[in-house]
């Protein structure tokens, strides 16, 4: 498959087990992945990619019951990153926990990095979540 500038989309898919400890192994792959593509890519838009990945993986192992796959696409200057779990039900964004240490900030972290957020339900087995991000210009950082 091609883009319209006809550069030659890169994919890669992991299988990954569900269990907490699969997070590092999904970065991992995500920063190989990324570098073997691209010799120019800024650090600090590597490291929002590597974000998204890591908060779409914890989702998945947090509220899906059993193994995960992501997936990384890459057309140019387009990251697609997406992670099929065994879960049906549509994440939905929280309240962040300022004093318990509870989370509630993952979701809004992948929307404010990413260009698109969608969500495509498998029925009863599942769903996969892709985030879209710009690896060139103009991409949407989160402001501190």
Known sequence: MEEPSGLPVRSQSWELTGLRRALGPARDHARQFLEAGSDDLAEDLLQDALVVVAELVSNAIRHAPGP?????????????VSVRDGS??????RPPDLSAGGGGFGWHLVQRLSERVEVYTHGESGK????????????????V
């Not at 995960?68 to 697609?80: A, E, H, I, K, M």
């Not at 996969?128 to 402001?143: D, F, H």
């Open 68 to 80: 995960c796959v992501l997936t990384l696409s890459q057309d140019g200057g387009r990251l697609l």
């Open 88 to 93: 049906a039900s549509s994440p939905a964004p």
């Open 128 to 143: 996969t979540v892709t985030a879209t991000l710009v690896l060139v210009g103009g991409v949407k950082r989160c402001e």
